[in-house]
Structures are given as C-alpha cells and as structure tokens.
C-alpha cells in the first residue's frame, strides 16, 4: 500500500471539515470576536431601540443586527432583556443628569438656582428627546420598568425639585402648581415640543417667532415663558 496516498474516506472527512469552517466564516459573527465592542455603543443602540419601540417591541436580536455582532454577545454580557433595559436605562439617564445636576449643587440663592434650572432643562430638552419618549412609553400604565423609572430617577429628581421650591416659597410667593406639574411641564410640554420637531415644522409660523434664529433661543423663550408663570403675581 502506497502510504502517500489518502483514501477516499479521509478525502471526505477533509472536505467536509473545510466546508464547516466556510461556513462559519460565512454566518453569524463568533461571540469571541465580539468581545470588545464599546459597551457605551451598545447600550446607545439598546436604549434608542426601547425609547423608540417599546420594551415588548425591541428584541435582542434586532440589537445584534444593528451593532453587527452576534445574539449570544448581548445574552453573555447582560443574560435577560430585562437586564439589558436597566443597563441601558442607567448608562443614558446618568449621563443625561449631567446637564442640569449643576442647579441643585452650585453656590447660589434659591430664586437663582430654580431660574437656571428652568434654563438648563428648556436645553436638556433639545437634546433628550430619546429620554422624553421613554417616559412617554411606560408613563401610559403601570410596570416593572415604571417603577424603575420613578425609584431610581424620577422620585428622587422631584424630591429635590420640591426642596427648591420650598426654599424659594420662603423667600417670595411662587404659583401653586407644586414639583409635579412644573416637572410635566418640562418634561411632555418643553420635551414633547422638541421631540416633535417634524410636526412643528408641519405648523404655520406666527408672526411673534418668525424671526427666532435658533433652536438656542426657542429654549430661551420657553423657559422664560415658564419662569414668569412660576412667578406671576410678584
């Protein structure tokens, strides 16, 4: 028998190895080389698909396919959809916060602290739209994911908003809407306005703001529109 030869089995088994390997070339990504996507990316996409669609409506996999890499990296990585939610959640309202966080901690009185954070949040609003329309999402019925929401964010934002309130009351009478009014205002009046820019643009102009020149200065306007509610009647 002549040993440089290969026999027809090993010929096949040969062949069918190199198909397999082609064939994982050709598929999904393997979670290994995945491993070092940037996790900020990832949870960027997460929270746009959950603001966007919903929790019930965003998948995984869908994620997967956006960032290009494979399903088993997001259950590796984060184990259940609901896990991912709250990752996501955190990363983006942590780094929102970052915008108006400075009105409750700069050195300054009351009446001072609440005008710039009016003006802060009026700003807020022009880039957060995804964070308002989370919030619209689970504000419509109670969950899991609301309570989340209000324990972690919302409840401990508004415990703060009413301290300030309370400080300024002190010094000058303000319009009795209390923390949760002002904060709907904010949030679904000031938000939704920005975060609807295409049916805005469907509006006709008044003659008041056709000259406004800038998304900047429409924030102006409504937080001075605000402020001078808070304060009518001094």
């Known amino acids: 028998m002549n040993l440089s030869e290969t026999s027809p089995e090993l010929k096949r088994a040969e062949k069918g190895k190199l198909g397999r390997n082609n064939e994982r070339k050709r598929g999904r990504p393997r979670a290994d080389t995945n491993a070092s996507i940037d996790e900020a990316r990832l949870l ?7 603001s966007a669609h919903g929790y019930e409506a965003s998948t995984m996999r869908a994620m997967a396919r956006e960032l290009d890499v494979s399903h088993n990296l997001l259950n590796v990585r984060f184990g259940r959809k609901s896990d991912l939610w709250k990752a996501a959640v955190d990363w983006r309202l942590a780094e929102a916060a970052r915008g108006v966080e400075p009105a409750f901690t700069e050195r300054e009185e009351p009446e001072g602290r609440l005008r710039d954070l009016v003006y802060r949040f009026c700003h ?3 880039i957060n739209s995804d964070i308002v329309a989370i919030s619209y999402q689970e504000g419509q019925q109670d969950s899991w994911r609301l309570d989340y929401l209000a324990k972690h964010f919302i409840l401990p934002f508004q415990i703060r908003l009413q301290q300030l309130l309370a400080d300024v009351a002190l010094e000058r009478q303000l319009t009795p809407i209390g923390s949760g009014g002002l904060l709907a205002l904010l949030v679904h009046g000031v938000g939704s306005y920005f975060a609807l820019r295409p049916l805005q643009e469907k509006l006709l102009p008044d003659q008041s703001t056709v000259e406004a020149s800038s998304i900047d200065q429409e924030a102006d306007a409504m937080a001075e529109f605000l402020l001078m509610g808070l304060f009518a009647g001094n």
């Open 124 to 126: 807020w609003a022009i």
């Open 44 to 50: 960027d996409v997460a929270f746009s698909m959950f």
